[in-house]
C-alpha cells in the first residue's frame, strides 16, 4: 500500500472524513456542530475548540479537504469567495502595492480599487495574457501578483508557472483564484502560487445554493497568518454551509467532467453557427491561450463566451432559449446564461468593457448537467428565431 496513489477523484469522495478518529458512530457524513462555543474540561488545559469563529469541527473537515485536495497544507473557509478574496488582501499593509490582472471578478475590481486605497494599499491594472506588460506594471513597492485564469467572462489564459518565476525574482506574492478550473483541473500550488483563492459558490459547492469562500496556502507561516486574519476580520463559513459544501464537493468530477464535456460540443457548435461572430473558450485551438492553458490545468472546463451582433439579436436569444437560467453565477447543476454587459460587468464604463472584448452581444454560459443535445437544439432553436429577427430588421 506504501506506493498507493490515491487519485484526485478518490480524495473529493474521501477526504472530508479522513482520520475522524473521533466519530465514534461511524457516520459516512461529517456532523453538523451547531455550536458557538465548546466546553472546557480542564481548568488548565483548554480543548482543541473554544469558539466557533475560531474553530469549528464542520468548518475544520471541509478547510482539511480542500487543502488536500489544492496539496496545500492550510485551507481555510469563509463566508464567501469575495470574504476569502478581501480577508487575503489584508496580508498586506498600507504603503504595499499590487499588480492585478485588468480582466478581474468585479467584486474584487471593487475591493481593490474602492476600498484598499483608503487603506493605503495601491495597484495597477495590467493584461494577465502578457507577461511583458505584467513585468512592466510592478514598482518597488509592489508586493503581491493577483491572478485570475481563465479569467471572466472572455476566458483570457495566464501563463501561470511565468508569472510566479516573475513574482520570485521580485519578491512578491502571489494569489491565484481558481473558482473557474476548481482543484480537480488546475492546482496553482503545485506551480508555486502562495495563496490559492475559491469562489466556492460555484462549481465546488455546485447546486447554487451555498455562498462560500475558500483560500489554501502551502506554506506554514503565511497560513497562520491567513488564519490569524480569518479569527481577526471574522468572516468565517457556518457550519451548515460548510456540511453542504462537503457535499458538494463529493460529486465535483461526475458533475464537472461532463459539463465540461457538454461545453466542448456546444463551444464546437457555435463556432459553427453564421450568427456567431466569435466563441470564447481555452477548449478551441483557436484560442490564443489554448497552449499556455494546456500545460497548466487538464480541461478547459464548463464556461464559454460567446458574442452575438449586437444587444437586440442577444436579447432575442435570450428571451427564446428555454431551458437555462438567465442569472448571475455560474457552476451550478442548471445551466446558466448571462449578460455580462448588465450584469457582471455593469459598473465598468462601456468604452473600458468594449476594449475587453464585452460587447453588448457578449453572453456567458455556464453548462449544466442537462442532456446537452436538448442544450443544442434550444441554442438552435433561439439562434434561428433571433436570425429571422435580424433579417427583418437589416441589420
Ligand atoms: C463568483 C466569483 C467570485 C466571488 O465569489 P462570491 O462567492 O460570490 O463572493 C470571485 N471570483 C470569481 C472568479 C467568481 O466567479
Redesign the pocket.
Known amino acids: 500500500m506504501s506506493d498507493f496513489k490515491e487519485s484526485l477523484e478518490t480524495s473529493l469522495v474521501v477526504a472530508s472524513t479522513r482520520g475522524n478518529s473521533e466519530i465514534k458512530t461511524g457516520a459516512v457524513n461529517v456532523p453538523i456542530y451547531l455550536s458557538s462555543t465548546f466546553h472546557q474540561e480542564n481548568f488548565d488545559n483548554f480543548g482543541p475548540y473554544d469558539y466557533s469563529r475560531s474553530g469549528n469541527p464542520t468548518r475544520e473537515a471541509l478547510e482539511k479537504t480542500i487543502a488536500e485536495l489544492e496539496g496545500g497544507t492550510r485551507g481555510l473557509a469563509f463566508a464567501?469567495?469575495?470574504?476569502a478574496?478581501s480577508s487575503a488582501f489584508m496580508l498586506l499593509s498600507s504603503g504595499d502595492h499590487i499588480v492585478i490582472t485588468e480582466d478581474v471578478?468585479g467584486?474584487?475590481f471593487r475591493f481593490v480599487t474602492e476600498v484598499l486605497p483608503r487603506f493605503g494599499i495601491e495597484h495597477s491594472f495590467a493584461d494577465f495574457t502578457d507577461i511583458d506588460a505584467i513585468t512592466r506594471a510592478i514598482q518597488p513597492n509592489t508586493k503581491l501578483i493577483y491572478i485570475?485564469t481563465p479569467s471572466?467572462p472572455c476566458l483570457g489564459i495566464t501563463d501561470i508557472h511565468a508569472v510566479v518565476e516573475l513574482a520570485k525574482s521580485h519578491d512578491c506574492l502571489t494569489f491565484l483564484?481558481n473558482?473557474?478550473m476548481t482543484p480537480l483541473y488546475q492546482r496553482p500550488l503545485d506551480l508555486g502560487v502562495d495563496v490559492v483563492?475559491h469562489?466556492?459558490?460555484?462549481f465546488l459547492s455546485g447546486h447554487s445554493d451555498v455562498?462560500?469562500?475558500l483560500a489554501v496556502t502551502k506554506d506554514d507561516d503565511l497560513g497562520n497568518r491567513l488564519a490569524f486574519i480569518q479569527n481577526s476580520f471574522g468572516a468565517i463559513l457556518g457550519a451548515q454551509d460548510s456540511f453542504s459544501l462537503i457535499q458538494g464537493i463529493k460529486t465535483l468530477s461526475v458533475r464537472f467532467e461532463k459539463s465540461a464535456e457538454s461545453a466542448r460540443k456546444i463551444a464546437n457548435y457555435l463556432s459553427g453557427h453564421d450568427l456567431v461572430e466569435k466563441v470564447y473558450f481555452p477548449g478551441l485551438s483557436t484560442h490564443p491561450g489554448f497552449d499556455t492553458h494546456n500545460r497548466q490545468s487538464s480541461s478547459a472546463g464548463a464556461v464559454l463566451s460567446f458574442r452575438l451582433p449586437n444587444r437586440s439579436i442577444a436579447k432575442s436569444f435570450v428571451e427564446n432559449i428555454r431551458i437555462p437560467v438567465f442569472a448571475v453565477?455560474?457552476g451550478g447543476v442548471e445551466s446558466i446564461l448571462s449578460h455580462p454587459a448588465q450584469m457582471s460587468h455593469a459598473a465598468m464604463p462601456k468604452a473600458e468593457r468594449e476594449k475587453r472584448g464585452i460587447t453588448d452581444g457578449l453572453l456567458r454560459f455556464s453548462v449544466g448537467l442537462e442532456n446537452v443535445d436538448d442544450l443544442i437544439a434550444d441554442f438552435e432553436q433561439s439562434l434561428e428565431i433571433a436570425s429571422k429577427q435580424q433579417e427583418k430588421v437589416g441589420i
Request: glycine share 14%; proline share 0%; hydrophobic share 40%.
Open positions: 464567501s469567495g469575495i470574504a478574496i471578478y467584486g474584487t485570475e471572466n483564484d473558482t473557474f483563492l469562489s466556492a459558490t460555484k455562498i462560500a469562500g453565477s455560474l
